[in-house]
């Protein structure tokens, strides 16, 4: 069974990271991690890590993670991402699966993006492993509220991972 870890950083849509979580099909085993300003927001669920924890079973490549997202991730967290601090759960998490060699989706949550930020999303970007992933609404979808277009930007985070989904309309 393949292993999927959900980071929630204090960003913005933190509710996003949650329903994405939510959505990962019962043959993946999933784990969620928040931030402290993550919490604030949102509600305990099973296989939760609180971020100061370090020594929880993510922050170590011999626990298998295969697929770790980082849903919302604020630009501090991508910074510390980028230039290998990994002083909590979530960026320790990001550090393993960049060591690991294993799929790491960020969905930088910011706008609009200064210099700093893009130098950080490129510099992860060039690496084979890590996909740098906005969460960037689409129209060909038609998506009619709120619900659909967080189907499509889950569905399309599912798609890079490899998830199988019909969280959305696909391109006709």
């Known amino acids: 069974m393949k292993k999927v870890l959900v980071c929630v950083s204090g960003a913005s ?13 019962p043959e993946y085993e999933r784990y969620l991690v928040i931030s402290e300003n993550a919490k604030v927001v949102l509600e ?9 924890d370090i020594a929880a079973a ?18 501090n967290t991508l910074a510390k991402i980028a230039l290998g601090i990994a002083d909590n759960l979530i960026t320790r998490a990001a550090s393993v699966a960049i060591k690991e060699k294993k799929k790491l989706i960020i969905a930088p949550r910011e706008m609009p993006f200064s210099q700093i930020h893009l130098e950080h999303m ?5 690496l084979q492993n890590v996909i740098i992933a906005p969460p960037v609404i689409a129209y060909y979808n038609k998506p009619k509220n709120i619900e659909e ?8 985070w599912f798609d890079l991972a490899g998830i199988k989904n019909n969280l959305f309309k696909r391109w006709q």
């Not at 490129?122 to 060039?126: D, F, Q, T, Y």
């Not at 277009?149 to 399309?156: A, D, P, R, T, Y």
Request: with cysteine; glycine share 8%.
């Open 122 to 126: 490129l510099k992860l970007s060039r």
């Open 58 to 75: 993510p922050a170590s490549g011999s626990f298998g993670i295969d697929i770790t997202f980082v849903v919302p991730c604020s630009m």
């Open 149 to 156: 277009v967080e189907m499509f930007l889950i569905g399309k």
């Open 44 to 52: 305990k669920e099973e296989n939760i890590f609180l971020n100061d």
């Open 13 to 25: 849509t933190a509710s996003l990271g949650i329903k994405l979580y939510n959505l990962i099909p």
